[in-house]
């Protein structure tokens, strides 16, 4: 029996199928080519090459030469290394005539972890690079150093970057702002992207990259897979199992392209029941059920311009929140672009490329609490409280890249409004307790307006520089009368209309010590705006301190002065990156205890108030080598300190210090891997600020694998928490 609950907590398979294959081979030509640094002229080793929207694509060797047997109309290859930015590059027949093309891509200077979702294979080099278990799109950040979630369900985990979260943290889809309509955060915004609908994932730690969005903490970029004109017609389909919630999955994902139109669909399901935690714990109310779709169609409108029409819906029901009050019955987004792309051919010209998007989304959200016992729960007892949130989003973000001799300059337009409207009832078990409704964020509207400049150079023959520069101008205001009255209640009869201006700067500077030696320096002074439920919120409850919230219209932006020291170093057999971060925050938005309004046993007030200041500092440590024919052995390390200098007490919600290390196996047709994982416990918990526990530390064993049975039929499978440790 113990056995066997052992294996029912760890367990988990998927098959994939994919029909037709791409078929390279007719009239193929092969493309020869050459990876080359845009500034030294170095060669770049084991850069990877993928036909975009497929599997299909190579690995350059140390010298950073290839070749790739291509068919011979459309071809859009992704060309990307680490420490350097992925390139998409248009292979026109004459460049598949003799001559080895060179490829040239640009160091970022940033320090950027992508995670490419297609082509898994490819970029094993990268000890973040994920080829395990693809279940949902938290599984792609998992391995990056630095990146951790607030896990409050079995999935919709929020990312956390250098123990930042919230409204310190950018997540955008394809550069996209969708705004969760969950005033409880039960619905960040990579709940509503599944793994199929992905190509890529663009995590930047830190304020240095502004063209997202002007944050604090980092940036996830989701980039979504566009139709592809390389591949015949095809049908993939996936299956997957595992064992731990009982999971059930499927997937399918198909593509056509007929002379200059294509088009790419995919639908998934998912299922699943309580989660086991290890150790024999089921959490109850746990499970959830959820599905996915997405259509996009590209046409080429001549050889330099695309036009691209994505339609994704998401849909997640009967979603249990242990760590929370309340379940989401219903959760919903619908988002919807236009995407026009424009790129001139290889080199003339200072005009590279130009990507216009316009955007409108909806996202919906219904929670309640009839599943939960709710006689004997310490707040709000003997209370019921449906709960119904909505935002819509409509935006255009505009990019523009120009090319002047070596050095570079991105220009990017940001514009969006967003209207938030969430409410609840509360109706008593208890015949003489009057039904109460409470209007939690009452229409309010934020309009944003954004310009930002990314300019690279060379400064010598070792010193590339990189600066970005940001100003952002944000309006805010309520436009439900009766959520007028009631923060007038509370902040005086003025206008509750506010308007943000400020600039955001950051430089970073990339020292070339030799050939495959880098030093980073990376400083940025930045501000993330207050969200709206912290400006406006009204009887927000908290779950991590327990309290009732009121937004605070006078809020300033939080600001941080940030710095990062990195070195990166990668041979033919080896691998090393590392960081050291400080990031010094004023104006720290927190909850503090509201004046206003007096609390009691049940009901406890708190005020959203800039304390004075908070500070973090913390590394990450990666590395990876070849140790012999086929093996590799990866190791992450990452550790935050954050202190709130205000109460003297450490932040909350920071992670512990944690490791990971893997042994790797590769193999053409199988790959197997061992991989442990730990986290040191947490003593550094916030008392008074939030009731955080002290956490223990853990030590995990996975063991995964992957076999190609056939040219087209591939299996996974791996075993999670070997030991099935709580
Ligand atoms: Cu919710």
């Known amino acids: 029996m113990k056995t066997l609950k052992h294996l029912t907590a760890a367990l988990f398979a998927a098959l994939t199928l994919a029909l037709p294959h791409l078929s390279a081979a007719q009239d193929a030509q092969p493309l020869k080519g050459v990876v080359l640094d845009d500034l030294s002229g170095q060669s770049i080793p084991l850069a990877t090459i993928i036909v975009t929207g497929t599997q ?80 949902a799109t938290e599984d792609l950040m998992d391995r990056i150093p630095g990146a951790d979630f607030i896990q409050r369900a079995n999935f919709a985990w929020e990312p956390v970057i250098r123990g930042m979260n919230g ?51 980092g940036t996830v970029n989701l980039m979504t897979q566009r139709p592809s004109f390389d591949e015949d017609p095809f049908v ?98 619908r988002i919807s672009s236009l995407t026009h792309t424009w790129e001139r051919h290889m080199t003339d010209g200072a005009l590279g490329e130009a990507e216009t998007r316009v955007y409108y989304n909806t996202v919906n959200h219904w929670m309640d609490d009839y599943q939960r016992d709710v006689f004997d729960r310490p707040v709000m007892r003997g209370m019921y409280m449906p709960m119904y949130g909505k935002t819509e989003t409509a935006g255009l973000i505009s990019r523009w890249g120009f090319h002047f001799g070596p050095s570079r300059l991105n220009l990017t337009l940001d514009a969006y409004q967003t209207d938030s409207f969430g409410d609840m009832w509360m109706f008593s078990v208890f015949e003489n ?20 400049a990314d300019w690279s150079t060379p400064l010598s023959d070792n010193l590339v520089g990189r600066l970005n520069v940001r100003w952002d101008l944000s309006t805010r205001a309520v436009l439900n009368d009766q959520a007028v009255a009631i923060l007038q209640g509370r902040w005086g009869n003025e206008d509750l209309a506010r308007t943000y201006s400020f600039g955001n700067i950051s430089a970073s500077f990339e020292y070339a010590l030799n050939p495959i030696t880098r030093l980073r320096l990376s400083l940025a002074n930045v501000a993330r705006l207050p969200t709206h439920v912290e400006n406006y919120g009204h009887y927000v409850y908290n779950y991590v301190d327990g309290f009732f919230y009121t937004g605070n219209p006078n809020l300033k932006p939080e600001r941080s002065s940030q710095m990062e020291i990195g070195i990166e170093r990668w041979t033919s057999r080896y691998g090393v990156s590392a960081s050291v971060f400080g990031n010094w925050i004023r104006d720290y938005i927190v909850g503090l205890s509201d004046a206003g309004l007096s609390d009691n046993e049940i009901y406890r ?58 042994l790797r196996y590769d193999r053409p047709t199988y790959w197997a891997e061992i991989e442990s994982r730990m986290a040191m416990p947490q003593e550094r918990i916030a008392e008074s600020i939030a009731i955080e526990d002290v956490t223990d530390g853990y030590f995990i064993v996975n063991a995964r694998g992957s076999y190609q049975l056939q040219e087209s039929t591939s299996i996974r499978f791996g075993i999670d928490n070997v030991f099935d440790t709580f």
């Open 56 to 135: 299909y694509g190579t690995a350059a060797d140390y010298e950073g030469q290839f070749e790739l047997v291509l068919r011979p109309e459309h071809h859009m290859l992704r060309i990307s290394a680490v420490g350097y930015t992925s390139r998409i590059i248009h292979i026109t027949p004459d460049m598949r005539q003799g001559e080895p093309v060179t490829f040239r891509l640009e160091p970022s200077v940033l320090n950027v972890d992508e995670v490419v979702v297609s082509g898994d294979r490819a970029l094993v080099d990268d000890p973040s690079a994920s080829s395990h278990n693809q279940n």
């Open 167 to 217: 409204g310190q943290v950018g997540v955008v889809i394809d550069g996209m702002k969708v705004v969760g309509a969950c005033i409880d955060r039960m619905d960040p915004t990579s709940a509503y992207v599944e793994v199929e609908n992905l190509e890529r994932l663009e995590l930047t730690k830190g304020g240095f990259d502004l063209s997202m969005g002007s944050q604090i903490g």
């Open 236 to 333: 993939s389909t996936e299956v997957g199992f595992e064992s731990a919630s009982m999971l059930r999955r499927g997937r399918v994902v198909a593509g056509m392209a007929k002379g200059k139109t294509s088009v790419r669909g995919s639908w998934s399901y998912r299922v699943a029941d309580d989660f086991s935690a290890g150790g024999g714990q089921s959490l109850p109310g746990s499970g959830y059920e959820k599905n996915n779709y997405k259509i996009d169609v590209t046409r080429i409108l001549n050889h330099a311009h695309q036009l691209t029409g994505s339609f994704l819906a998401d849909n997640a029901w009967g979603v249990g929140y242990p760590v929370l009050l309340m379940d989401a019955t219903l959760a919903k987004a």
């Open 433 to 452: 307790i009057q039904d109460m409704y409470l209007l939690n964020l009452g229409d309010i509207r934020v309009r944003h307006g954004a310009v930002a």
């Open 605 to 662: 007030f708190r005020v959203y108030q800039n304390a004075s200041s908070a500070s973090l500092v913390g590394f990450e440590v990666s590395a990876v080598a070849d140790i012999a024919r086929g093996f590799s052995v990866a190791a992450t390390s990452s550790y935050t300190r954050g202190q709130n200098h205000e109460l003297d007490e450490p932040m909350f919600l920071i992670p512990p210090l944690s490791a990971q290390l893997s």
